[in-house]
């Protein structure tokens, strides 16, 4: 069995991303986005928070669990990203981009 250096990566990133999308998709069938933010709407405190849209940008129910975990996952992938915005993770592109936060709002 091979070893990996202590400070290369077990999985690329763009192949990490990849995987993700797919566990995604199949734990969310339909989603086509997943929006990433401390802001939960319905929290007073800065809260982990995820909206998960369709290929038509409406939102589908998930689980409070659900929502977490992908939350958590996606944040896994990317903890260089500037988390004190919102973000919005691209299923079908397996991207990640910052979200305006007046979107967020609008549900958009």
């Not at 979200?99 to 609008?106: I, M």
Request: proline share 6%; hydrophobic share 40%; glycine share 6%.
């Amino acid at each position: 069995m091979f070893a990996l250096p202590s400070d290369a990566r077990a999985c690329p990133g763009t192949e990490q991303q990849r995987r993700l999308a797919v566990q995604l998709s199949e734990m969310i069938p339909g989603a086509a986005t997943v929006q990433v933010s401390f802001n939960d709407p319905q929290q007073t405190w800065p809260h982990l928070y995820a909206m998960v849209k369709d290929e038509a940008w409406r939102s589908l129910e998930v689980g409070r669990t659900t929502s977490r975990v992908a939350a958590r996952w996606i944040l896994r992938v990317w903890p260089e990203a500037d988390w004190t915005f919102p973000h919005t993770f691209d299923l079908a592109e397996a991207t990640l981009a910052c979200t305006d936060q007046g979107a967020v709002g609008r549900g958009r």
